[in-house]
């Protein structure tokens, strides 16, 4: 026991500290964490809290609370089987695999025996927790190919054993129909090798009778709808269950929601995995279907009213199956063995007699066959009065127990024992089960006392005996109100889970054992192998009389409390939410009476009367120790004085918290919900400063090879740069180098040396040329130097370039514009560098003609029109005496030219005689026309002024072609003024422009100097 508490001990806390992170989410996940403790109402609240979350699963310290969810949860599967497995589940959720693997763990540390007590109403889930159980083990326990062997077995017992002792009721589909204890045993190493199956409270009745909605026991349906033809030729079986006295009498022999083909099919396969020969199978089967045949038997009064069996068919099928001769069978359900002194008288059974004979005999041999198939007997009659004696006797169990840990773990850490106010159900049980004075012993003294007994009788003899017990009540001594409540013939008790009322009405039949003597004697016979088993003669033998149906009750009941006290127990609790097998339906009422009924709030009590939370010193150092800096990191001295020192420091006050040998004690939950608080907060300033550190840590290192990484790409970079500059540089002084070669010897021939050079050189000359060309043939002066050795080239393109831009110039030139420039040309080379004042002419154009033919007189024009005029000017002409100045036109024709004053032609001169044209070597305007003087036709050579002298003598000389007899004179001219007598002109140069006859009578021109550009 001491090892065991120890061990409980520290799972009550591993779930509460799962609880407390929790807490806030879905309420607590263990009840003893409730602040209202002793409130049924948040108690309530809490459970239905988490069962809206579908968190069937809560704890009240190690008692696991199940809450049937009436629907598949995901939370069976293989991971969470492993999750669950043996590990240290600090913070797991509430779970039936804890509780099954806290009960192994124990047993492979300690050496103890565990028990998991499963507790609850119909429906509640306790067959399916079982099986859940089970699972878990056959999952998480080691195992060997052998054993595997073991493992199927017990897992398969369990179709079976529901076939045969589940039912179908108003509450549950699958109810189990009797209790059950199993025993798995483990080798020393944690293995199971064996297992051990106990039944209780098979509810017999049930194979005679059920209730509406209800129905017999599920194998006579699945026989029925899955055997084979042949089989159920065999044993002589209709398939319609409704041939079938025993099976129609709840009016649901087939219900939708069971499938009784597929459950004959694993009965079936599980019956011949768990080594059942063919032949036990045959006689198993002869026994249910015998049990069919009995129902449908029928008894007829003769005429001294005897039962009588007036159809024997069913006879002979019973007969056939069990192996027992059809007339001893026959006299055996219609008579009775009555024992007088040393004879024994058969006497014949009434027909009302017989029919219970033969019911009681139809559930023996079910009830023992039952009994034999999970092999162990432990008969009794199953009435509701005995399920609750066996709870009342449990829940002392319980509380003993769990006080006794309490009050031993308190004895053990040296904690003062403060007693807890609970209600102590003993004297229920007493009430019950005492000897002599219970209800039980009253019960069976009534049934063996001489006389007429009856169920009244005994009501009487309860209120003689019991009648003044405080838990005991009848309708006769119930106040005024109550009586109301309660029919003639009930009792009622107080169990502590509330009032239960009986009727007392079949007790005696009930308690009594109504198989006669003779009818076992006929089994005994039988060659059915399980039938001859089950009646022994052995019981025949024994001239006592059986132990009645309570009596053996209390007996098997207290054979298993012995079991169970020699075991460390588990327990779970079991809960229906609601009576319509509806998932996520919450019906407050009822669950209110199961917490009631279960004693729930009974033990939450129990285990919060002291302290609500206990930890061992090092593991509550450990997980609290950062909320005090003299504890943090490492406390060095005792635990216990670390404890100390955290608490203080923290503020717990003095009656929060007590210290143990080993362990602190906290008195209220709320004091441990602040201090979880406080640690949640710290551990999470904590890890972010440990984080922080951390990651500064990782990033330095990061930093650090970053830049190790960053010098060595730079050094590489750095290298390839320089190399590719050095690379580079070699290469430019190559260059250089041929280069400055090249230039020195750029005017040597072409050699390997300078050819580069000059290949440079030549289109850098070329390319800037380009640039540099001369825009007009008149620019002489641009041209770019060129290197001696492109002399040649130079000239020949810039011939190129003059001949070129000169083309362009001709070819953009008008024919006009042409003939000026020819013109021109003609003047150039009469005057050009000879006449002062011919440079400026130069750029003004000579005009085609001065005059217009509008401008001549029409008198003279109409003389002269026979021939073109080439050019006209007015011109001054001077007298050739008097060197009067005149003005005249001058026009030039094809082939004379005319002198005119207004309408008269004052002189004509053919070209083809004329001498020549003088003009001086100054800027005057003044030229001279010598014409020849031969004949006085003539008159003598013309002196002429005119504004235009270039162009007009120029245009004279062309068009007469006299350009070879033009002269320039120099100071003075001589010309002609009649045959034979000359004059002289005289050119100077002056202050301003006069033209007048000299005192030497010479015609005196004076001009200004022109500066000669
Ligand atoms: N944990 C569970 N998950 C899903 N369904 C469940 C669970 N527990 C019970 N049930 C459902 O409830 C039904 C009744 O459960 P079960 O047969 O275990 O009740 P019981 O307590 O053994 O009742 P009885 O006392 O009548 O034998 C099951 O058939 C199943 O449908
Ligand atoms: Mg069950």
Redo the contacts with the bound molecule.
């Keep these: 026991m001491k090892k065991y508490n120890r061990e409980v001990g520290s799972r009550f806390h591993i779930n509460m500290e799962g609880a407390l992170t929790a807490r806030d989410r879905v309420g607590v996940q263990d009840f003893v964490l409730l602040d209202s403790y002793t409130s049924e109402i948040s108690f309530l609240d809490n459970l239905r809290k988490r069962f809206r979350e579908n968190l069937?699963y809560t704890y009240i310290g190690t008692l696991l609370v199940?809450v049937?969810?009436?629907?598949?949860?995901d939370i069976?599967t293989h991971k969470k089987k492993e999750l669950y497995q043996g590990v240290n589940f600090f913070e797991l959720p509430p779970h039936?695999y804890a509780i099954a693997d806290n009960a192994y763990r124990v047993m492979c540390t300690e050496y103890t025996n565990h028990f998991i007590l499963i507790s609850?109403?119909?429906?509640?889930?306790?067959?399916?927790?079982s099986?859940?159980i089970l699972e878990f083990y056959a999952k998480t326990c080691q195992t060997t190919e052998q054993l595997q062997v073991v493992r199927d077995r017990l897992l398969l017992s369990n179709p079976v054993l529901e076939a045969f002792g589940?039912a179908k009721?108003l509450?549950?589909?699958?109810?189990?129909?009797f209790g059950k204890y199993m025993d798995i045993q483990f080798s020393y190493t944690g293995a199971p090798v064996g297992g051990h199956i106990l039944s209780y409270l098979l509810e017999k009745s049930r194979v005679a009778h059920q209730n509406h909605g209800e129905r017999n026991f599920h194998i006579f349906y699945q026989l029925l709808e899955g055997g084979e033809e042949e089989l159920l030729r065999w044993l002589g079986l209709d398939r319609n269950p409704l041939q079938y006295h025993y099976l129609i009498q709840g009016e649901c022999a087939k219900v939708s929601s069971i499938n009784d083909k597929s459950g004959w099919k694993t009965v079936r396969k599980a019956l011949s995995v768990i080594d059942f020969t063919d032949n036990d199978i045959d006689d198993l089967l002869g026994v249910i279907a015998s049990v069919l045949h009995l129902g449908n038997i029928q008894f007829n009064p003769d005429s001294q009213g005897h039962a009588n069996i007036t159809v024997d068919k069913e006879i002979r099928w019973i007969s056939k199956l069990l192996g027992v001769h059809v007339l001893v069978l026959q006299e055996g359900l219609t008579h009775k063995k009555i024992e007088a002194k040393a004879d024994e008288v058969l006497s014949p059974l009434s027909v009302e007699q017989a029919f219970c004979a033969r019911d009681a005999l139809a559930k023996a041999i079910y009830g023992r066959t039952f009994t034999w198939l999970v092999n162990k007997i432990n008969e009794s009659l199953a009435n509701q009065f005995c399920i609750n004696y066996c709870n009342e006797k449990l829940q002392q169990l319980l509380i003993e127990l769990t006080l006794k840990s309490e009050q031993e773990e308190y004895e053990a850490e040296g904690i003062q024992w403060e007693p807890i106010q609970y209600f102590n159900n003993k004297i229920i049980c007493d009430l019950v089960e005492q000897k002599y004075k219970g209800i039980i012993s009253i019960l069976d003294e009534e049934c063996l006392r001489p006389g007429e007994a009856t169920d009244l009788t005994f009501l009487d003899r309860l209120e003689e005996k019991v009648g003044a017990h405080p838990h005991f009540l009848t309708h006769k001594l119930a106040d005024q109100k109550t009586r109301k409540t309660m029919c003639r013939g009930d009792f009622r008790l107080l169990h502590y889970a509330g009032e239960v009322t009986y009727n007392v009405v079949g007790f005696l039949d009930k308690n009594n054992d109504l198989l006669y003597r003779n009818l076992k004697e006929v089994m005994c016979d039988s060659t059915n192998f399980i039938v001859k088993n089950c009646f022994t003669s052995n019981e025949l033998d024994t001239k006592k009389r059986p132990e009645t149906v309570a009596t053996q009750f209390r007996y098997s009941l207290m054979g298993l409390i012995d079991i169970l006290m020699s075991k460390v127990p588990s327990y779970v609790r079991?809960i229906?939410p609601n009576d319509a097998?509806q998932p996520g339906r919450f019906d407050d009422m009822l669950v209110r009476h199961q917490v009631k009924y279960l004693g729930l709030m009974e033990h939450l009590r129990v285990r919060r009367a002291g302290f609500a939370y206990r930890r061992k010193f090092d593991a509550f150092l450990k997980r609290y120790k950062l909320l005090c800096p003299d504890t943090w990191p490492n406390w060095h001295g005792p635990a216990s004085e670390g404890v100390e020192r955290l608490v203080k420091y923290i503020g717990y006050k003095q009656e929060e918290y007590k210290m143990g040998r080993t362990k602190i004690f906290i008195r209220f939950p709320k004091t441990l919900f602040a201090t979880e608080d406080a640690y949640q907060a710290s551990k999470n300033a904590l890890v972010a400063r440990l984080q922080a550190k951390y990651r500064g840590k990782i990033q330095r290192g990061e930093f650090q090879k970053q830049k190790k990484a960053a010098i060595k790409i730079e050094t590489c970079w750095r290298g390839i740069q320089a190399r590719q500059d050095a690379g580079k540089r070699s290469w430019a002084v190559k260059i250089i180098k041929k280069f400055i070669k090249g230039f020195m010897l750029r005017n040597q021939p072409a050699c390997p040396e300078n050819k580069d050079f000059l290949a440079f050189a030549r289109s850098n000359y070329l390319m800037n040329l380009r640039k540099n060309l001369p825009q007009t043939v008149l620019d002489k002066k641009t041209w770019l130097k060129p290197p001696t050795y492109l002399q040649t080239t130079s000239e020949l393109l810039q011939k190129l370039h003059k001949r070129t831009l000169v083309q362009k110039y001709c070819r953009g030139i008008s024919a006009q514009h042409k003939l000026q420039m020819q013109q021109k040309v003609v003047a150039s080379t009469l005057f050009k560098g000879k006449k002062e004042g011919y440079q400026q002419s130069v750029t003004k154009p000579f005009s085609d003609s001065r005059l217009r033919e509008q401008d001549i007189n029409p008198k003279a024009f109409q003389l002269i029109r026979h021939e073109r005029l080439r050019y006209g000017v007015p011109v001054i002409k001077y007298n050739r005496n008097g060197f009067k100045p005149r003005p005249r036109q001058l026009l030039l024709m094809q082939t004379k030219a005319y002198i005119v004053e207004e309408d008269k032609i004052k002189q004509k001169i053919e070209y083809a005689t004329l001498k020549g044209v003088s003009v001086s070597n100054l800027s005057d305007g003044v030229f001279v026309i010598h014409v020849p003087c031969e004949n006085n036709n003539q008159k003598g050579d013309v002196i002429l002024q005119c504004d235009y002298v270039f162009e007009t003598v120029t245009k004279l000389c062309t068009i007469a072609s006299k350009q070879n007899s033009f002269k320039i004179v120099q100071g003075s001219l001589k010309f002609t003024i009649q045959p034979g007598k000359e004059g002289i002109v005289d050119f100077t140069s002056g202050h301003e422009s006069q033209v007048f006859k000299g005192k030497n009578g010479h015609l005196m021109v004076m001009t200004p100097r022109v500066k000669s550009r």
């Design positions: 069937i199940s049937n969810p009436y629907k598949e949860l069976y039936i609850g109403e119909s429906g509640a889930g306790k067959t399916e927790a099986k859940k589940n009721t509450r549950n589909d699958n109810s189990s129909r079991c229906k097998k």
